[in-house]
């Protein structure tokens, strides 16, 4: 953190003139004429001190009227003083706005101040910064859920405390990385953190009984009860003992109480007892923060709901909300209510809940919406990638809840309102991420400051992410910038988001079903933790809904025995292979099976996403010839997609309309095996192409690559790939020259119609719970491609020349992509000279076809254009005739 050791070299002798947080000095309480007077005699300083000393009715109107002064501010602070002064209006509109509950807000307020600080380190108190900017800033992101980036800040101001030699603040800051640490599930290395800290906090003080606190919950999580109950206690104890001046250690008991009660869920009595003993503490003795306040009656809540006693639940409830939504109804709701706030979410789904249990289902549905609306507001403030995922992943529990219900509605009354609730919830879970990402490329077409501000920002990220992986070092200044450059992103994108709710609070379902082509449905799926959800749409709307129950753990184990670890098990056992797979057509399809005159556009979830689906035999009954078994790719076409909404952005993305580039490397850079495949290949593809670009080991440079991207309707890859699940750096294409990242497809201008990856698993990745597998080509996707090839496992040498040859052959005689890869699987099956044992779909299945089907037109067949002239010619022939017999001999 060298970075930070500079700021803090220039600036450490630097005092701040007045002290902040309700440590003013204490003048006179100003009017409006005094507002003027400053004003007028041109005195920012002492104007500014007055805004901040000026008394209002409550928390949120404070927060409004520093708001509305620093609009009202007639110029920019010069002098050191004004300076000063607007640091610690900043600071002040930041903290009066989280006693209101507004957390967001507040975090916005406090990263501003940060950056006022750094616009003036000359100026500005280190000690300041620490306590009441870093401090507050790190807890903030640790509310809000984006724990990486509450670390980035806690690790900051652990730097600056280091500097400032002071082991208090050392100790406290360590408490705050051990909360942070233990909301990511870092729970060993958050008892590191307490430990370190209790190394230096005096053991009488208030940050003891803190840091035995934050113990105490690592415990709890690591089911280490007798340890946490012995640490909350202890804590308790020392928290008690501090004066009834600190108010900030009776907050800490306040928070410590709940702690306990939560430990001892399990004896609900003592639960109770503790949850009350927070209840009783006189407000006027602590800092009464509306938030923790709240969250005691909902932690009280959901104790009466366990304990089955939803009327009591939803008293308690009540009053949570009273705080949260001052003066509304809880039954009574909408999206206009919501912001983004993790306690009010975890209100609405509670209570939710309650509603449910006592039959409300309307109630229910409703507040599950809401809940829904508040997640998605709420991981907008997000800034890390990781913590996008993690309330991705948290969700998904609280939209299966939703959806069982909107399941058992629809069962018992047979309203269709209730089939659409469930696609709108099960589309609601499903690549919301992705979905935002493809929404962003809409916006690099604008020309305006800010999006010119974040091309360049994006372009100085892609920089800094380079650097630090071609270096091979863990470089902390390179981490430091780069973790700053996603904060100004994440700023600057989410003023060109659209407004709140308008996103995805209502699926538009006909004017995505109105993009199918005729004879094609959409089957989508929601993988549950026991129960699959299907449901089936065409261009009218929904077909069908169904459930059925399911086994996670068998999907996984098909997929990883038969294909993941090579063709052996297939080879040994075929016909293990084929009841198991027959096992899992029954599940899905066999209720519905797919008709043959239909094309199918399938979006999977969950371990689904892992699942060959083609691969699939449609008959129980075994037959020894492998080329004659029943596999689903025989029944009908099938093309993929990750949910509703991404596809129609694919099927509305604009992409290069011409022109071919293939890129084969078999001679391999780096250590890394030939490719003997990739030669045979190209000379397969070559025929039924033409005019395309053909770049060979040395000429497949990363230059021609990226040049490609922006100007080729398909480019193809056949070359070595790595992903995340290869325990990569970071996911890459390798060329010739040098690795492609997938990071720097961000921001492309022009985008391929298509892009083929002939390549190993470039279809595989993590799977992200409610995300799907995170691919490469999910990465071309989410960069703006249409249309994607990818293969799910190793793709075998002697089978890929042969199938890409038959793609592209099919490609040119027709305009639809997934049936011409599905005829190219065929052709490979109903091929005589392949011998029965490379039929197994290990050989075949791994290529997938994702997006849009129409995205890309081949070269036509010279053939093509003799029957279009001959069409052409038949009316003029009928027509010269006819004139002909008119006019008579």
């Given at each position: ?8 070299a220039?600036?450490?002798?630097r ?27 041109n ?10 000393q ?5 928390p ?9 002064a620093?609009v009202?501010a ?19 509109q930041?903290y ?40 507050p ?5 640790t ?50 953190y ?5 190394l ?16 105490a ?5 690591l ?7 012995q ?9 008690r ?6 108010q900030e ?39 009464l ?12 809540g959901?104790l009466?709901?366990?304990l ?10 009540d ?15 909408n ?25 409300e289902?309307?109630?229910?549905l409703?507040?599950?919406?809401l ?23 948290d ?5 299966e ?13 047979h ?5 659409q ?6 589309e609601?879970?499903?690549?919301q991420?992705l979905?935002e990402e ?38 902390s ?27 995805t ?7 995505i079903?109105h ?5 094609q ?5 929601f993988?549950g ?5 299907t ?35 297939m ?19 066999a ?25 699939l ?15 689903l ?23 290069n309309?011409q ?10 850079q ?9 030669r ?26 990226r ?20 325990s ?19 921001g ?21 719970t409610?995300?799907?597998?995170q ?16 293969a ?9 020349p ?20 599905q005829?190219?699987?065929l ?32 070269h ?16 003029v ?13």
């Amino acid at each position: 953190m060298a970075e930070v050791g500079s700021y803090i070299a220039l600036i450490k002798n630097r005092l701040l003139l007045l002290a902040v947080a309700g440590l003013f000095i204490c003048w006179q309480d100003p009017d409006s004429t005094v507002f003027k007077k400053y004003r007028d005699s041109n005195q920012l300083t002492a104007w500014i001190y007055a805004q901040i000393q000026y008394p209002a009715a409550s928390p949120t109107a404070k927060a409004a009227q520093l708001k509305q002064a620093r609009v009202s501010a007639w110029r920019t602070p010069a002098s050191t003083d004004e300076i000063q002064a607007w640091q610690d209006l900043l600071i002040n509109q930041g903290y009066t706005l989280l006693q209101s509950g507004d957390i967001i807000s507040s975090t916005d307020a406090y990263q501003q101040a940060f950056e006022w600080g750094r616009q003036h380190t000359a100026i500005t108190d280190p000690s300041l910064v620490l306590e009441y900017i870093l401090k507050p800033l790190g807890n903030n992101y640790t509310r809000l859920g984006d724990y990486e980036q509450a670390l980035f800040i806690h690790r900051m101001a652990l730097e600056f405390a280091r500097e400032l030699e002071d082991k208090q603040a050392i100790a406290a800051t360590y408490s705050n990385l051990a909360n942070t640490a233990a909301n990511m599930g870092q729970l060993q290395q958050s008892l590191i953190y307490c430990r370190e800290g209790t190394l230096l906090a005096d053991k009488r003080s208030a940050t003891y009984g803190l840091l035995l606190s934050e113990q105490a919950d690592a415990c709890q999580q690591l089911q280490q009860y007798a340890a946490a109950k012995q640490s909350i206690q202890q804590s308790i104890a020392i928290l008690r003992q501090q004066p009834a001046t600190n108010q900030e250690a009776a907050h800490w008991l306040f928070m410590a109480y709940q702690q306990a009660g939560d430990i001892y869920l399990s004896t609900p009595n003592i639960a109770a007892q503790y949850y009350q003993q927070a209840a009783a503490m006189p407000e006027s003795k602590r800092v009464l923060r509306r938030r923790e306040q709240a969250r005691l009656f909902l932690r009280m809540g959901k104790l009466q709901l366990s304990l089955q006693q939803p009327r009591q639940a939803l008293a308690l409830l009540d009053s949570c909300a009273s705080i949260l939504l001052p003066g509304k109804n809880i039954r009574h709701l909408n999206s206009r209510d919501i912001y983004g706030e993790y306690t009010l979410l975890d209100l609405l789904f509670t209570a939710a809940t309650a509603c449910q249990s006592l039959q409300e289902s309307a109630t229910a549905l409703s507040l599950y919406r809401l809940c829904f609306a508040a997640e998605r507001e709420l991981r907008h403030q997000y800034i890390s990638s990781s913590a996008k995922e993690t309330a991705i992943s948290d969700s998904r529990y609280r939209y299966e809840t939703a959806i069982a219900l909107a399941w058992h509605c629809w069962q018992t009354t047979h309203d269709k309102q209730y089939q659409q609730a469930m696609l709108q919830f099960m589309e609601n879970s499903k690549s919301q991420l992705l979905w935002e990402e493809m929404q962003q490329q809409a916006h690099y077409t604008g020309n305006d400051s800010i999006h010119k501000r974040i091309r360049l920002l994006e372009q100085a990220q892609l920089y800094y992410r380079k650097e630090a992986l071609q270096s091979g070092r863990n470089d902390s200044l390179l981490q430091l910038r780069e973790q700053r450059v996603a904060w100004d992103l994440a700023t600057l994108r989410k003023k060109i988001r659209p407004a709140p709710g308008a996103e995805t609070d209502v699926l538009p379902t006909d004017s995505i079903l109105h993009l199918l082509a005729p004879a094609q449905l959409i089957r989508t799926f929601f993988t549950g933790s026991h129960t699959l959800y299907t449901v089936e749409l065409d261009r009218n709307g929904i077909r069908y809904v169904d459930s059925n129950t399911i086994d996670r753990d068998a999907i996984v184990r098909f997929k990883q025995l038969y294909f993941e670890a090579g063709p052996q098990a297939m080879l040994n056992n075929p016909n293990a292979y084929y009841n198991a797979a027959y096992g899992l057509y029954a599940l899905l399809f066999a209720r519905h099976p797919l008709e043959s005159h239909n094309t199918y556009l399938l979006m999977p979830d969950g371990v689904l996403s892992t699942l060959p689906m083609e691969a699939l035999v449609t008959d129980a009954a075994y037959k020894p010839a492998i080329g004659k078994w029943p596999f689903l790719v025989k029944q009908a076409t099938i093309s993929y997609a990750y949910s509703l909404r991404t596809w129609r952005l694919q099927m509305q993305a604009p992409a290069n309309r011409q022109g071919f580039s293939g890129f084969f490397v078999s001679q391999q850079q780096a250590g890394l095996s030939d490719l003997e495949g990739v030669r045979k290949e190209k000379e397969g593809m070559m025929p039924a192409i033409t005019n395309g670009n053909w770049y060979v080991n040395e000429q497949a440079s990363s230059g021609e690559f990226r040049q490609a991207l922006t100007q080729s309707a398909v480019v193809h890859i056949s070359t070595h790939a790595f992903i995340k699940k290869d325990s990569a750096d970071a996911p890459h294409i390798m060329l010739y020259d040098a690795p492609f990242y997938l990071f720097e497809l961000n921001g492309l201008q022009q985008h391929p119609a298509m892009v083929v990856l002939s390549a190993c698993k470039t279809g595989d990745g993590r799977l992200v719970t409610g995300e799907g597998i995170q691919s490469m080509a999910h990465a071309f996707m989410a960069g703006g491609t249409p249309a994607v090839v990818a293969a799910s496992w190793n793709v075998n040498d002697a089978t890929a020349p042969l199938l890409m040859q038959q793609f592209y052959t099919q490609l040119s005689k027709q305009s639809n992509a997934a049936i011409a890869l599905q005829q190219a699987k065929l052709n490979w099956l109903q091929d005589a000279g392949v011998s029965d044992i490379h039929k197994l779909p290990y050989y075949w299945a791994a290529l997938s076809f994702q997006g849009n089907t129409q995205a890309v037109v081949l070269h036509a067949s010279p053939h093509y254009w003799y029957w279009l002239l001959l069409l052409l010619l038949v009316p003029v022939g009928m027509w010269l005739l006819k004139h002909k017999k008119k006019s008579g001999p």
